[in-house]
Structures are given as structure tokens and as C-alpha cells.
């Protein structure tokens, strides 16, 4: 595994009153349709190799439960996370499922992820988009085990040197503070 | 009552099928294991100041660590007075009083009844403040920093209760200066009974090999060859320690930064090891760069060298909440901290490569014995039975190497004896034979074998 990089969460914002014409919008739905699809079918390599970016930051903080009236800093990447991958963890992830060794996926389990909600805005530079989306993946495998998970996505993806968008900063917003599952081995 | 001898026979290494589901035996457990042992609830570092808490679990309790006025630390029944209800809902923070949400009485942070509304004209000036304060766990502790609770009275103090297990801690706690943990945790369900991973961490050099084959293949490095079981680096590679009151670990030796073989945290623990020779001997410094899978007696574990930190909270005879911290020592630099937490969580965090691979065993390994008839049957630990004793320089009992279930055995052991026992001083009884049962038990089984 390469070293790893806490760099800090793109500054870059979406420009809330510059959405995405609807062309524009329908190539980024179209983007993570295909992400799901790729997932419920377990083609990580391929998820990997073809939409994420070589720059990606792919980040879960872990959210306490905090009164209102508390006023200590949001979590940032330099604190512990669920996951704080570079594509190099990413891939370690992918190379992992791929030994052929992981024994609580023989049999395969299912999962499908069901993302809507998406919108898409520009951003202050040209190649990045910023969007926001809501995700709910079931997951069953075992013949009765089985586990849900509502998350929030608010990504950057970045149109490569071909024109392919690519997926370069992930912070996914997980709604259980306890999580309500035996792991999250999942590409969320 | 739950009769225990039924349930574990510690001269030849086997226990029931029940102990990881019946509901009666988590019953008895939540009073005599619970209700009596020193649990771990937090790192001084994470409530350095006063007001500072965090809430945590002592078994099923909910229970409010708070930082008082004098720079102790209390331990509260996170329960109202009044009916009852939960008095303060966050993880953490920092705060003067916990009030409650159902009537508003107010409770300061050392647990005294502060306020409550309407007290004149409600109770007529009747009512005993002193009286209804939030009950206070009996004991609370620290051992280098890392923050205790004991419902007992009567229990050992947690030097004492940690025993020879704290000599072995040195080594880590002190060696350097001292460790901390890097929070928040992380928290995660595991649908298994508490002891499945408290026995897994406490000993099982085992299922390295096997169930984290796929995690192990793709490190690459020294381990890499356990994949499969394909090597066993038997001779000489560690050992297995259990210790008075359960607590237990298994050591690879030259292990640390193993798992991550990560050169900056291999080169850190190894400059480190003079200093830890001058300051603890020769025998601690070796143990200083190995690889410790362990457990403190009852359910919290850890493994130096990979720096996971986890307390497997029971919430029913088939449920637990997993919370997970990072070890880091103090003396590491910002940046070594910062590695060293992306590692842990990589790899035993709640998406972590090797914590996924345990998650199923520790599942099946439970819910298999829903069924009453695998329930009779029993479980096997009598691997490394005939090497385990005494050694010259190191206190406790030993095993020859760290692929064994001396530490399993010594669990159990003392599992057993809580369960049996009236009260501590029954317990204390026992501070002399101890070691006998787990010593030569294998002459034992054979003899009853024949």
C-alpha cells in the first residue's frame, strides 16, 4: 500500500446558483447509474479502473452524537474515519475481493444501491462538479442476513484528459451513528 | 443458577455449546462477570477537562464518565433519579449539569441533584436532594491513563485486579512514556455473544492464517506467507500468556507493524527498543517489537502492533456493540499518529480489510447454537495444552508459542470461577492454586482418554 494521503477535503464548493444544464445533468445521472450497477454486479476493477479518478480522496467521517449547544469543530480527515482512502486504499480494497480467499462473499452475497436525489451544480473551476445525492443500499447474503444503509453523498468529479467524468472527492454522510451492521465493506 | 462445571471443564480445555447463546447464562453473567469486574471506559486524553464526559456501556448500564472540579474522574448511572429516563444522550462533550428530558431535574457533573423545577411548590421543600443524586459506580481508576469502572466495592483495586497483566502493559503503557487512544470510536453491531471476539483476540494466533487469507495475500511482506496456512512459523516465533484474573494475550515476537508493514512504525518501535531495555529489561523490551493479540478481562481487547483498541459492549446473550479506538504512544510524532490511526482503521476499523473477515465468524459462531441440539455439544481449546507453565522470567502461565489456546484457557478459567463464586472474597480464595488446573492438563485429558 502507498503512503497515505490526509490531504485535506477539496475547498472547492458547488455553486449553488449555477446548476447543471440538462444535458449536463443527465450525463452525471447516467455516471452514477452505471457506478451502481457496476456495484450490484461486483465489478469493483472495473468501478475502480473506469470512474474513479488516480486523485480520488474517498472519505466516511465518524459523526458523534453531540449536544446543539456544542461547538467543537466538524470532523476533518486528519481525525479517525470509517473510511480515509487514496486510490492506493481503494485498490488494496478491490485486490482484497479478488484473491479469491474472502470467505463471506462464497457465496456471493447481493446488494443493490438505489441512489436518487441527485443534483449537480458547477463549481468555481471548469473541469470539477460538484453534486449531492442520497443513496440506500441493501445488502443480503447468508440466505438471512441482511442490512440497510441511508447515506449522503456530496462528491467532486473531475472530466479527465478524454472527457470522462471521474470520481475525485467522496465525503459520504452515513445516517447511524451505531452502525447497524457487522462491517461496511462496501464501495458506498 | 446456572451450573457452571457443566459448562467448562478447564483441566481439559472444552466448554459448552451454551456459553454462546443461553440467555440465563448472560443473565448470571451480567451480575457475576458485569456486575463484579473492573471495565474500561475511556482514555484521560479524551476528557481532559473538568465537565468533560463521554458516555459508555458497563455491560448493559449506561453509565456518564465525567471529569470533576478536583481533576478526578467519576462514573455516574446515566439514569435519572426521578423515573428513571436517560439523563444525557451525547458521546461527549463538556457540560455543568446533565438535565433531564422528561421533567428537567438537573444533575451536576459530580452527579449531586443541582436543580429541578418547581421543588417548593411541587414537593414542599420536602423533598431530600442528598438523596436522589445519579448513583455512583462504586470504583473508579486509572492505570497509565487508561480510565476503569467497578460496580463492587469489594473487588481488588485495578492494580491489583490487573495483576501480572499490568507488568506485561508496562511495556507498552510505559515503555515509551506512555499510550493513548485516538477517538472518537468508531461503533458498529456485531450479532454475536461477547465472548466470541473476547476469546478470538485474547488467543487466536490460529485463524490468522485462514480467515484473513484474502487481507494477508495482499499485503505482501512477512506475513504474507501465513495465507492459507501454507507456513507456520512455529519454532520460537512467540508465545502465549494468561494471567490471574483472565486477562491474556498471545505475542508474535519481531511482530509490531507487522499486519501494516509499515518501515516507519517498525523503525520507531525499533529505536525505542534501548530505552525500553534501561527502563523495563530485557524480557519486555523483546516483547516491545512483537505483535499482541490480548484481552483485558472481561471484553476489552486489543492488538499492539496493528493499534486497534475495541470494547465488545454485550447488549444481549447474541448482540454486541463494537467500539474502536486507535493506540498510538504518546511519544510518536504528529505524523507517525496519523499513519498510524489510517492503518488501524484500514484494517480493524468497522470497513476495515481484516474486521470484515472476522465479523462472519463471529456471527456463525454464535447463531449456530440456536439450534438446541448443537447446543449439547461442546468446543475445543485444548491446542497447546501440554507446554503450558511456569517460566523462569515471565509471570503468569505460559504457552510455548503464540499459535495456542493457553490464553483461551486461562479465560475460561477465571470465567468459571466468577460465575461459581459468591462474592470477591471467595474469588480471593483462589489467588494461590490458580495455575494448577491449566498446568498439565493434557496428562489429564489423556488419562481420561485411556
Known amino acids: 500500500m502507498n503512503a497515505p494521503t490526509l490531504q485535506a477535503f477539496s475547498p472547492v464548493q458547488p455553486d449553488e446558483t449555477r446548476p447543471a444544464e440538462l444535458a449536463l445533468h443527465h450525463e452525471v445521472t447516467q455516471f452514477y447509474y452505471r457506478e451502481a450497477r457496476l456495484q450490484n454486479r461486483r465489478q469493483a476493477r472495473q468501478w475502480l479502473e473506469t470512474l474513479v479518478d488516480p486523485d480520488v480522496h474517498y472519505w466516511l467521517p465518524i459523526v458523534e452524537d453531540r449536544f446543539v449547544r456544542d461547538n467543537r469543530a466538524a470532523p476533518t480527515p486528519q481525525d479517525p474515519a470509517i473510511y480515509n482512502d487514496n486510490y492506493a486504499d481503494l485498490s488494496n480494497r478491490v485486490d482484497r475481493l479478488e484473491t479469491g480467499l474472502v470467505w463471506m462473499e462464497d457465496p456471493p452475497g447481493r446488494a443493490r444501491f438505489l441512489v436518487n436525489n441527485i443534483e449537480v451544480y458547477h463549481t468555481a473551476q471548469e473541469e470539477l462538479l460538484g453534486t449531492y445525492c442520497n443513496v440506500h443500499v441493501y445488502r443480503n447474503r447468508r440466505q438471512r442476513d441482511e442490512t440497510h444503509h441511508f447515506y449522503g453523498r456530496e462528491d467532486l468529479l473531475r472530466r479527465d484528459e478524454s472527457g470522462q467524468l471521474r470520481l475525485f472527492r467522496r465525503k459520504i454522510m452515513l445516517d447511524q451513528r451505531v452502525v447497524l451492521d457487522k462491517n461496511l465493506y462496501l464501495f458506498l | 443458577m446456572v451450573k457452571v462445571n457443566e459448562l467448562v471443564d478447564v483441566a481439559n480445555g472444552i466448554q459448552s455449546k451454551r456459553v454462546f447463546w443461553d440467555q440465563e447464562v448472560y443473565e448470571q453473567e451480567l451480575e457475576r462477570v458485569f456486575g463484579r469486574c473492573w471495565l474500561f471506559l475511556t482514555h484521560e486524553s479524551q476528557i481532559p477537562d473538568f465537565g468533560d464526559f463521554v458516555t459508555a456501556y458497563m455491560g448493559e448500564d449506561k453509565v456518564i464518565v465525567v471529569r470533576q472540579k478536583d481533576g478526578s474522574i467519576k462514573a455516574l448511572l446515566n439514569s435519572c433519579t426521578h423515573r428513571g429516563n436517560q439523563v444525557c444522550h451525547a458521546d461527549s462533550g463538556n457540560a455543568k449539569a446533565f438535565t433531564c428530558n422528561y421533567h428537567g431535574w438537573s444533575f451536576g457533573a459530580d452527579g449531586a441533584l443541582a436543580a429541578l423545577p418547581m421543588e417548593q411548590s411541587a414537593y414542599y421543600g420536602q423533598l431530600d436532594r442528598s438523596k436522589v443524586g445519579l448513583r455512583e459506580v462504586a470504583k473508579v481508576a486509572s492505570y497509565r491513563g487508561f480510565v476503569f469502572g467497578c460496580f463492587d466495592p469489594a473487588a481488588p483495586s485495578l492494580e491489583d485486579y490487573l495483576g501480572d497483566m499490568a507488568w506485561y502493559l508496562d511495556t507498552w503503557m510505559d515503555g515509551t512514556g506512555g499510550a493513548e487512544l485516538v477517538g472518537p470510536p468508531m461503533k458498529s453491531i456485531l450479532r454475536c455473544n461477547w465472548k466470541v471476539p ?208 493457553t490464553s483461551y484457557r486461562g479465560f475460561y478459567r477465571f470465567w468459571a470461577e466468577l460465575m461459581q463464586a459468591q462474592d470477591w472474597d471467595a474469588v480471593r480464595a483462589n489467588d494461590v492454586a490458580w495455575k494448577e488446573p491449566l498446568i498439565g492438563g493434557a496428562v489429564k485429558a489423556a488419562g481420561r482418554a485411556a
Open chain 2, 198 to 405: 473476547a476469546e478470538n483476540f485474547i488467543g487466536d494466533g490460529y485463524h490468522v492464517g485462514w480467515t484473513h487469507a484474502a487481507a494477508i495475500k495482499i499485503l505482501g511482506g512477512p506475513l504474507a506467507g501465513l495465507a492459507g496456512n501454507a507456513e507456520f512459523p512455529l519454532d520460537d516465533a512467540g508465545l502465549q500468556v494468561t494471567t490471574r484474573h483472565g486477562h491474556g494475550f498471545g505475542v508474535i515476537l519481531d511482530g509490531v507493524g507487522l499486519i501494516h508493514d509499515d518501515p516507519a512504525y517498525r523503525e520507531y518501535a525499533y529505536a525505542n527498543v534501548p530505552a525500553v531495555t534501561e527502563k523495563l529489561g530485557e524480557w519486555r523490551a523483546k516483547l516491545y517489537t512483537g505483535h499482541w493479540n490480548a484481552g483485558i478481562f472481561p471484553n476489552c481487547s486489543y492488538l499492539y502492533g496493528t493499534n486497534t483498541f475495541k470494547v465488545w459492549n454485550p447488549r444481549g446473550p447474541n448482540e454486541i456493540e463494537v467500539w474502536t479506538w486507535t493506540l498510538v504512544e504518546k511519544a510518536m510524532s504528529p505524523e507517525l499518529k496519523a499513519e498510524v490511526v489510517k492503518q488501524a482503521i484500514h484494517t480493524f476499523g468497522t470497513a476495515g480489510t481484516l474486521e470484515s473477515d472476522d465479523g462472519e465468524n463471529m456471527e456463525t459462531c454464535t447463531w449456530s447454537n440456536r439450534g438446541p441440539q448443537t447446543r449439547k455439544g461442546v468446543m475445543n481449546s485444548q491446542m497447546g495444552q501440554i507446554n503450558d507453565g511456569e517460566h523462569p522470567d515471565l509471570p503468569g502461565v505460559i504457552g510455548k508459542n503464540f499459535i495456542g489456546e
